[in-house]
């Protein structure tokens, strides 16, 4: 069956160079449903919209859910429970891509290209392989009749999907059928555990359940298609081999290739090519009942651990699993399949992936931990209760929370991209990434910066990536230039290079000690000296050309790069007092002292912050409204940083962006707003969505992108800089998002703001519209939307530095009844408070790992605290408060460490 479909992307084109004002095509009015509203915050309310879909509509068809583990390649989950998008077999190393055969990739061209559809899409080396695989479940009645079904929309006529990043759940009814099936489908996933998170493997987790009134004999079967070598078909390369093993309560289908003794003359053998490697299909908890066949889609009961077939390359070898067992009324009974793949050969040299030095391999990361396939399912199975019970708790922690299942959702969906084509993990250590599938190579630090997913949960892969590539590979050891591409391109780019020393605090926060700061700190302090060159009058603000990812450089001072580099400074001010450097400390807090005046002085308009280039022949945002314009301030807080820009000029600006970029209509808007050219659109008709760059005074954006109608026949090279503005891209809205929701208050216009900005996304990614789990930019599974994940924090108020024993939490959505997960440097689980006249009662629950922890942050919602009381699992601590400008400071008299399972409690009272 193939029917599933991925997002489609409309690409428009503007002919017309009238220019009217902002302030006639967005409304102030937003037009926001109150029901709406009221579910932005209110978790179970009608409208907190999870990511749902059944065969009561279409919302089935979009569904592809990632469920490999990280940097292991690409496969979907369908929302009927089918393995899809088999894009394991080999790595991709230029990002050139043929129309029709690519998911929604952009071409170097600029247009986006037909997506695969899973019913009779066409797929291509770019994209994996088409492979038959499937579940069958047979069912036999007490009076012999036997009813046999795919485990899919054919098989069942009632499917319901719910996707839990990174589990799928499926449901599986039908009303002539006396049985139902429940599946789990994930890889395993534990934050703060890479290794366990990254392996080549999916789950498939059924538990069939009689719900007739007759014991029921059944047998669940699964199949494999060997694709081994899946882009080859010349039998005289060699052929394929499937074997059938058992080893204790594990059996496996282990689908190999053979390569002939000699390839054909001017040809290289099949250990040379693509797909190199091997597959598998296992079944754990095998033992009596079980079934398989080597070659043969229906298993042969009993198993035969001898069992091998071979057929030629251009024969389709399929072999099968299944496993037999009887069910009483009411009796529920649970078969776990894996599927497995091992092809962690880059075949290729040359591209963007040959980037080691000479003999190095460039190979995925899961090369040296396994032998084939049946070795990965091996480890699975061995370890199973540990890693599916692993990932089976973490999910359970994130959703048992009083936040909005939509936002809960919605912020964890994009860390599937580290699930994606998107992202490697190569076996030298080095963590890789495009910026999307396929699109701009080099882990890009313009692009990167903004994700924020990947440090508080898989903090070791940000780790390694500063100090291979950021301030290994890339990096000038004579200037201090971070080259924004890695070694691809050793230029710099203003904002990635601030951005990675901003990162560079961010990373050390999330590590118990200062080791890691101790090891990258030269390079740390010469990347920001390189900042420091590039504001010669030190005054805080830069006006020489600044290279950004809007893939410009732009002269002439802003708030945008000018706050991100004063972030920078912050962040190196504080590092330098935790490495005892008090004379860099003082000079990084100076210029960024002096920055948070003199940005505001030059560029902040009584209203937001603009831009001021002293040549107006280039591309610039002018007097435009810039959803970027106070994005320094934004990471600062997300990472307890001191303010870069003042309190109340940011508002100004947060509620500037909400007013004049936030568009009811995000494509009627680009569509009428024609003095921008070759824009894409993120957004279909009556869409929301919140635009990059707005002109509140009607006539900016001619002078932003001037010499429009002389341009407009040269679209593939106008597209880009200029036509970026008038589009809605979804790791931009969700920087802007979380900064409005931090900057607020607890039942604040700005936190409804920053919310609403996010449920736009949500609600434009609904799985009957698109696929919910691939939020695209440049390029399908985007990184910069895991800046999603800050959302999720700033409506926790979170803040923490391990290092120093520091946690905070300010709740910005139910103070008075808050629950939701947290990530640390050491383990993870659970923070809840309530507040009533009693005073403030808080618990941090560890669930995995442990916490250290010396200070507690707590906002008591008003009310000055006098006397706190603090246990750990019942045993009394010595600890005291004081009040600073609203926030109770917790200290402890000695640091403590809750342990897995343990519960630290503290009470305020008034």
Known sequence: MRIRRTNILVLSLIFSVVCIGAELLIPEDKQLDPAWVQSLTERGHPQDAAIRASTKGASLDYIGMPVGGIGCGQLYLSGDGQLWLWDIFKSNYTRESVKGLKLSIMTMGGHYSEPVQSEGGVYSDRNGAEVDQGFVLQVTTADGKVDSRPLNRHGFSSIDFRGEYPIGRISYADAASPVTVELEAFSPFIPLSAKDSALPATVMDFTVENRGKEPLQLSLQGYLQNAVNPYDNDPMLGSRKNTLMQQNVIATLLSTSIPADAAPEGQTGLEQRHGWGSMALSLLGASDGLGGSADAAVPVFPFKNSSSAVMALDKKLIGSLGQQFSLEPGARETVTFIVSWYFPLHQERGGFLNTMAEGDTVNRHYKPWFADAADVARYVGRDFERLAGGTRRWNKTWYDSTLPVWLLDRAVVPVDTLATQTFYWFDNGRPWGWEGVDSCEGTCTHVWSYAQAMSRLFPELERRLREITDYGIAFDETTGLIGYRGDHIKKVAIDGQAGTIIRTWREHTMTPDNEFLERVWPQTKKAIEFLITQDPDQDGVLEGSQAHTLDASWSGPMGWLSSVYCGALRAGEQMALVMGDDAFAYTCGRIADSGY????????????????????????????????????????????????????????????????????????????????????????????????????????????????????????????????????????????????????????????????????????????????????????????????????????????????????FAPRISPANFRAPFTAAEGWGTFSQTIDEKGLQAKLHVKWGALAVQTIRLNPDGMDAKSVTVTLNGKLLDAAVKMNQGTAVIQLNAPVRILEHQELCVVLAP
């Not at 808007?669 to 824009?679: F, L, M, P």
């Not at 707005?694 to 341009?711: C, F």
């Not at 609600?763 to 994940?789: S, T």
């Open 597 to 808: 005046e003199a940005i505001v002085e030059k560029v902040y308009n009584g209203e937001y912050f603009i831009h001021l280039p002293p040549n107006k022949n280039q591309i610039n945002t002018s007097d435009g409204s810039h959803i970027d314009q106070v994005l320094g301030q934004s990471w600062a807080v997300q990472t307890g940083l001191p303010r870069v820009l003042p309190k109340e000029e940011t508002v100004s600006a947060l509620n500037a962006l909400w007013k004049y970029n936030v568009s009811p209509d995000a494509e009627g808007y680009a569509v009428k707003h024609t003095a921008i050219k070759g824009h894409r659109v993120y957004a279909a008709k009556g869409e929301a969505g919140m635009l990059m760059t707005t002109w509140p005074t009607g006539n900016g954006a001619e002078t932003a992108v001037p010499g429009m109608a002389e341009r407009v026949e040269d679209f593939e090279t106008w597209l880009g800089p200029g036509g970026y503005f008038d589009e809605c891209m979804t790791g931009f809205e969700y920087q802007a998002a979380a900064h409005m929701v931090y900057e607020g208050e607890p039942g604040s216009e700005l936190v409804k703001y920053g919310l609403a900005v996010a449920r736009n996304i949500h609600d434009r990614y609904a799985p009957e519209k698109r696929n919910p789990f691939n939020e695209i930019e440049c390029g399908d599974h985007y990184a910069r939307a895991m800046a999603g994940y800050g959302v999720f924090l700033a409506a926790c108020g979170f803040e923490y530095n391990g290092p120093q024993g520091e946690i905070a």
